[in-house]
């Protein structure tokens, strides 16, 4: 059974701090997404990793797929309220775009 | 484009009750999922279908029905409601093509409580 673990689950931080999220596995993924949900709603995709040490950007946000495919972690620099919310990773593994999610990490960033 | 939608929003049951969760999508996609999203577990899939007519079981099918007649939609069946299937229900679709790529489009929920 593949499994996604993320760390921390929840991270409570002053507006323009940095914080780092883990996604662990022992499993190989051929891709890697990170989604974020506000209360309500339902997951939106930030960005998908395909390659062993891919690294994208999005404005203030990094993410970074393992050489090894199987860890990714997101980056965030200078933290804003707007960036309160729920990050889940997924790992991609099928042609049927079967996911598997990580547990989610809450994050709570204050004025 | 209305997106993924999900009807209804909220649901009581009574335990031993049935009840079907109904998602639709205007965006001509293939794939189809189900999943529940219960506090510190993340979602975890229920069930799928990669086209009409077809299903196929998740990590988590038991006590849980599906059926997928028409492409546009893609129902979850609860025969025999139990306390233990309180949670909050996603359905989300992608396209076939484009690989790893693809996103899944989710619909905004379906809190339910059994009693």
């Known amino acids: 059974t593949q499994l996604l673990e993320q760390s921390p689950q929840f991270l409570s931080i002053q507006e323009g701090e940095n914080l780092t999220v883990y996604c662990n596995s022992s499993s190989v993924f051929s891709s890697l997404q990170w989604y974020r949900q506000e209360p309500g709603e339902g997951p939106v995709l930030l960005v998908t990793v395909v390659t062993g040490g891919e690294v994208k950007k999005l404005k203030r946000l990094t993410f970074q797929f393992g050489d090894a495919r199987k860890d990714s972690s997101l980056h965030i620099t200078a933290a804003q309220p707007g960036d309160t919310g729920l990050y889940l990773c997924a790992g991609g593994s099928s042609n049927t775009g079967k996911l598997i999610f990580g547990q989610g990490t809450t994050l709570q960033v204050k004025p | 484009n209305a997106g993924v939608t999900q009807t209804p929003k909220f649901r009581v049951l009574k335990t031993g009750q049935s009840m079907t969760l109904l998602c639709a999508q205007d965006?001509?996609?293939?794939?189809m999922y189900w999943y529940r999203q219960d506090p510190g577990m993340g979602l975890r899939l229920i069930h799928y279908?990669?086209?009409?007519?077809?299903?196929a079981k998740g990590e988590v099918p038991d006590g849980y029905n599906v059926s997928r007649l028409k492409k546009q939609n893609f129902l979850l069946g609860l025969e025999s409601a139990a306390p233990s299937q309180t949670s909050v229900y996603f359905c989300a679709s992608r396209p076939s093509g484009g690989g790893p790529y693809n996103e899944q489009f989710f619909g905004p929920g379906t809190r339910l409580t059994v009693l």
């Open positions: 279908s990669v086209g009409e007519g077809t299903t």
């Open positions: 965006m001509n996609h293939e794939y």
